[in-house]
Antibody, heavy 117, light 107 residues
């Protein structure tokens, strides 16, 4: 069965970076786009971007250009998102989700990132 | 970006009740509209894709309809596991955008 297992919660300092992971199993990792979504309390869901692990192609929400960097490791079927120059506005839960035919059909459990000194 | 306005933001309802959640796009989205459910533990799953198509494994009490800028999700008879957050999402144009969500609460 398809599973997306995300890394654990992060507590990071302002101005630093963090890299969170999303390990895929149960399907061919290189054949599906992986999307990333941000959820802040009371702020709903916000699309960050996607990566196609087959060739590394990426597309970002303009709002997250320079903030998020998406990568993928085919050998371990793991997608990564690095967030840089962190501020309190980056404190949120971050989800990875597989994409097929217009639908985010499988989601990870989410990673809470807290930015605090 | 296309703005998605969901109403109501919260809805108290009873078991067995029929409920409808609405979603309005700031411009026409040609039926490129999905619905997702988020449980209290944070897990998210798709319910409806392309306005009215039931995702595999989703009970038939869920249905979707709409066109142009106006879309809706209907649950025909509420079960205990349906009390959750619901989000609409358009994918007609990039970036994909979500509604702010509707919290379905037990009355």
């Amino acid at each position: 069965q398809v599973q997306l297992q995300q890394s654990g919660a992060e507590l990071v300092k302002p101005g630093s970076s963090v890299k969170i992971s999303c390990k895929a199993s149960g399907y061919t990792f290189t054949s599906y786009d992986m999307h990333w979504i941000k959820q802040q309390p009371g702020n709903g869901l916000e699309w960050i971007g996607w990566i196609y692990p087959g060739n590394g192609n990426t597309k970002y929400n303009q709002k997250f250009n320079g903030k998020a960097t998406l990568t993928a490791d085919k050998s371990s079927s793991t997608a990564y998102m690095q967030l840089s120059s962190l501020t309190s506005e980056d404190s949120a839960v971050y989800f990875c989700a597989r994409y097929e035919f217009g639908v985010l059909d499988y989601w990870g459990q989410g990673v809470m990132v807290t930015v605090s000194s | 970006d296309i703005q998605m306005t969901q109403t109501p933001s919260s809805m108290p309802a009873s078991l067995g009740e029929r409920v409808t959640i609405s979603c309005r796009a700031s411009q026409g989205i040609s039926n490129y509209l999905n619905w997702y459910q988020q449980k209290p533990d944070g897990t998210i799953k798709p319910l409806i894709y392309y306005t009215s198509n039931l995702q595999s494994g989703v009970p038939s009490r869920f249905s979707g309809s709409g066109s142009g800028t106006d879309y809706s999700l209907t649950i025909s008879s509420l079960e205990p596991e349906d009390f959750a957050m619901y989000y609409c999402q358009q994918y007609d144009s990039s970036p994909p955008t979500f509604g702010a969500g509707t919290k379905l609460e037990l009355k």
